[in-house]
């Protein structure tokens, strides 16, 4: 799915088109969407400027949301999660659930945690 040994650019390319779905946040008081790839774009109903303009929080519908902020505080606290699964909702209102989702922190030059990142390939309309 990635290619070997890949480049700055190349890697950026095959990561934007791979075939899983990859998102990312800031560590704003209320997190911004930085990045999500082709794929979580078509899955949240979002064009590029809408997606990192966007809370992360609102990935999630309201009932949902204190069970992501719990999720993301683990993450802080350990590093990382596997096999998570939950309900998220698209821009349209279309729900769906993401299964076996991977959640880590992410981590600058100085290993200072910069933000936080998901990746998953499992999800199935509701």
């Not at 998220?88 to 922190?105: D, L």
């Amino acid at each position: 799915m990635i290619p070997t040994n890949p480049g700055g650019l190349e890697l950026s390319k095959a990561l934007y088109e791979a075939p899983f779905v990859l998102v990312s946040h800031g560590t704003e008081p209320d997190p911004i969407l930085n990045y999500g790839n082709r794929r979580a774009q078509e899955l949240w109903e979002l064009t590029w400027e809408e997606l990192t303009r966007m809370p992360s929080r609102l990935t999630a519908e309201a009932p949902n949301r204190e069970e992501r902020a719990r999720l993301l505080n683990q993450v802080t606290r350990f590093g990382f999660i596997d096999n998570y699964s939950g309900v998220r909702i698209s821009k349209t209102g279309r729900r769906f659930r993401i299964s076996q989702a991977v959640v880590w922190n992410l981590l600058d030059e100085k290993q200072m945690r910069s933000g936080q990142a998901a990746a998953f390939h499992d999800w199935q309309a509701l």
